[in-house]
């Protein structure tokens, strides 16, 4: 069993005020950073029930396959730039990339509210689907073993064209933003403080959903302005902000703590020395270039494993996202106000447990079993959420455990990199594990939306997300906390 380490003797007065200052000034801004980007990057779940009626009830005619390859082909372009982006993080400038990601994935996702329309024909001059096809032909290959039709391009309208084309690009625009933030939290976080802050900044996944479900559905069913449909505003509306927050960042985040005016001068040499401490502790005796750094950590082993961990479980994560909406519209007798709730309730849940889960971890400094216990809790809920049959309250009590597995390993999840890794070693290993993990978001929307339109039921892709969730967990057991980190963490 993974041994625990006991606690560091009490901080100073300077630690405690650094630590308090740091966090109040980075958090709440990188929270709504965060919140933005999951809500433009999933906000095709609510938007797609309208998108899937016909033409002429104000919807492009797609259908459940359409949405989940669209949905897919996001993180495509998402792996394309993953680890140059998280590199640049780490070697140039944060505040600059980030502001670059925010301000073009916000370009790009407003402009998913013109799909259909005469300003994005000139998209059609070029067949994207036959461009795409190669790519998901190999990827529906893998999909093939488990015995799901891979997918078929046969819908190619100039409509369909266009949200394939929009979704790769609002994947290439985002790619490096996630995995930037793991990384710069490290520039101002110590690892023993590092589960918190990254739960503080993860928590805008479920808020994301908790605000932007209802948001989303909202602005669908009551924005007609200029006499366009409501889910063309769900888009657009979502969009502008992260644009105007791009130009925020480059004044407000800085990328080092010796760069920070905001720090006053006994706080930022007391955290400055700190992660210097942590950098030596984990330097290698011989200093190696970047090059050398990143093929080390692309090569390790812990780098594989936690990339495997997290391809598994974010299928089963967006596999379940993006149709929640469209499996509770489905809820016989409910309102639309009902169904949207039930569909909130899983990410409250998954919100308290994903700060409980990583407080504890800190506070025990155990990593393992924090990130253990939730997956193994979320695919054992899983199943009983398919046995629960038209069972209303055990569905909605098997969501919100479904809820609370996916979310709370999360920020414990991401302690691991830079646990055994120096800096740009770590920051490499953070962008292949999520570039590949990610993978995961084409995976599981293009399953589900398969085995949705072969069986007319959202039961068989269900029962596939929850072996991924147990799959990720048991791969999760054969994780190791190196020797050193024990002992300084």
Known sequence: MEQTVPMSSALSPVAVRARKRITWRLMPFLLLLYFLAYIDRTNVGVAAINMKRSLGEGGLGFDDAVIGIGAGIFFIGYFLLEIPGTLIVEKWSARKWIARIMISWGIVAALMGLIGTSYLNFLCVVDWCAIFRPVTTVLGWITALIGVKPPEMTNCSCEVKQFYFLRFILGIAEAGFFPGIIVYLSHW??????????????????????????????????????????????????????????????????????????????????????????????????????????????????????????????????????FIPSITARMQGRSVTEQTIIGMLPYICGLFAMLWNAKHSDQTRERRWHTVWPLILGAISMGLLILSGDNLALVILFFCLVGIGVHAYLPVFWTWPTAFMTSAMAAAAVGLINSVGNLGGYFGPQVVGQMKKDSGSYMPGLKFLGVSILLSGVFAMLLKLPTRSKEKA
């Open 189 to 322: 976080f110590r690892y023993e403080d590092r589960a918190k802050a990254k739960s503080q900044f993860m928590i805008g996944l479920p808020i994301a959903t908790i605000i932007g479900l209802p948001l989303s559905q909202w602005i669908m069913h009551k924005v007609q302005w200029g006499g366009m449909e409501g889910w063309r505003w769900v888009y657009i509306l979502e969009g502008i902000p992260s644009v105007i927050l791009g130009f925020v960042v480059l004044y407000f985040l800085t990328d080092w703590p010796h760069e920070a005016k905001w720090l006053p001068e006994d706080e930022k040499q007391w955290i400055s020395e700190e992660l210097a401490r942590e950098r030596r502790e984990k330097q290698a005796a011989e200093k190696m270039s970047l090059w050398q750094e990143t093929k080390l950590a692309l090569r390790k082993k812990e780098t594989i494993l936690l990339a495997v961990i997290y391809l598994c479980i974010v299928i089963g994560y967006y596999g379940l996202t993006f």
